[in-house]
């Protein structure tokens, strides 16, 4: 990315991810800045799928509302276009299956990468609540923990660690809602 006088737009994301040379890559577009995301090993696509799957099978038991594996596109603002790696969007909120989300997902859940800067993924879960996301779940596969981000009223953050022999159990989105930690990790033995 070249320095510019003014941030980029979900158009010009648009048009970078329609060159040839970038079918394969993953961007996003963080407050105008645009970031390329890292391709995931088969341990981040196994937890991600995981996460699916248990999330799925709740939610629409339930008929709650939409969950989405990675590659769900979600346009926050003109200058912001995340694409978490799970999420979930209520009924109420769900605009249908067309090719982007016009809004925040309700939770969105971030497989933690080497690569991410937990400063930048700070930022990115501040934007998520400023645009009206309820919660954020941060997925570290080597830590083996999930920490849990809800916005407060006066604007902090409220964070909970959950460690590989915890539950989730207080999801604020989805009540009722119970997920194993440890259910979500590879085995020791997978995992090498």
Known sequence: MTARDKPFTVADLDALQALPENRDKRFELIEGIIFEMPTGTLKHAYIIGQIFGYL?????????????????????????????????????????????????????????????????????????????????????????????????PDGSLNLRKIPTDGTLTDSIVLPGFSLAIQSIFPTEQDAN
């Not at 799970?86 to 982007?100: C, D, E, M, N, P």
């Open 56 to 152: 799925w099978q709740f939610v629409n038991q339930r008929r709650l509302g939409m969950v989405f594996p990675d590659g769900a596109t979600y346009v926050l603002s003109d200058e912001d276009e995340f694409v978490p790696d799970v999420s979930f969007i209520s009924t109420a909120r769900f605009q249908g299956l067309g090719q982007k989300q016009y809004g925040p997902p309700d939770l969105a859940v971030e497989v933690i990468s080497p690569s991410n800067h937990p400063l930048d993924m700070l930022f990115k879960i501040e934007r998520y609540f400023h645009f009206g996301t309820q919660e954020v779940w941060l997925v570290y596969a080597d830590e083996r923990v999930v920490y849990v981000y809800r916005p407060e």
